[in-house]
């Protein structure tokens, strides 16, 4: 019988390094073929065609998990739940692999978040819509000056990013581009070692 395993992960998930690291681990004892229904940053296809394991895309996860002996979902706060019913209720052995994903969140809509990051934090974005441009043009100057260490939060970058990793950042922004976007991608892309 051939093992099938179903893997799935957010969107929001960006560090390929983890995911090679803790799915090549999963894999490493046997022979398997990969069943998906997503792979929105193309982590599946990838791993799969550098270690020439078999994979195969469905339409919906429904249909991904239908063959499957194993699963393996990447999730944060719980983003799986009806696929993980399904799959206990299929009785399929799964492992859950716990990520802390950093997220944008709107503060004005009450959107529940741990960090503020709007103006006058040394999170927020110096540049103003209208000012000095349109919203892609001021979240453009942002990443540049994020990626080059001229804003507040350089002075003591590792220590103020340690402290937000898996935060719900809060900006008035959303569900608009936003300069958190900007942060949460740097911050989902580590890989944290765990």
């Given at each position: 019988m051939t093992n099938k395993?179903?893997?799935?992960?957010?969107?929001?998930?960006?560090?390929?390094?983890?995911f090679e690291r803790k799915f090549g681990r999963i894999l490493q004892s046997k022979k398997f073929v990969?069943?998906?229904?997503?792979?929105?940053?193309?982590?599946?296809?990838?791993?799969?065609t550098e270690k020439s394991i078999e994979f195969q895309g469905f339409e919906t996860w429904q249909d991904a998990i239908r063959d499957c002996t194993h699963a393996v979902l990447?999730?944060?706060?719980?983003?799986?739940?009806l696929v993980k019913q399904a799959i206990w209720d299929m009785g399929i052995p799964y492992r859950a692999i716990e990520l802390e994903l950093t997220r944008v969140v709107n503060r004005d809509r009450g959107d529940a978040y741990d960090t503020y990051i709007g103006r006058g934090t040394i999170w927020g974005?110096?540049?103003?819509?209208?000012a000095d441009g349109d919203r892609d043009e001021v979240i453009r100057?942002?990443?540049?000056?994020?990626?080059?260490?001229?804003?507040?939060?350089?002075?003591?970058?590792?220590?103020?990013?340690?402290?937000?990793?898996?935060?719900?950042l809060a900006c008035h922004c959303k569900p608009?581009?936003?300069?958190?976007?900007?942060?949460?991608?740097?911050l989902n892309s580590l890989d944290d070692g765990k």
């Open positions: 395993v179903f893997v799935m992960y957010p969107a929001e998930f960006l560090s390929f390094v983890k990969v069943h998906c229904a997503e792979d929105p940053n193309g982590f599946i296809g990838r791993f799969c990447f999730e944060d706060r719980d983003d799986y739940f974005n110096p540049y103003q819509i209208g100057k942002f990443k540049y000056d994020f990626d080059n260490g001229l804003l507040k939060v350089s002075a003591d970058f590792e220590k103020h990013v340690t402290a937000i990793k898996g935060h719900r608009a581009a936003c300069h958190g976007d900007i942060i949460a991608a740097y």
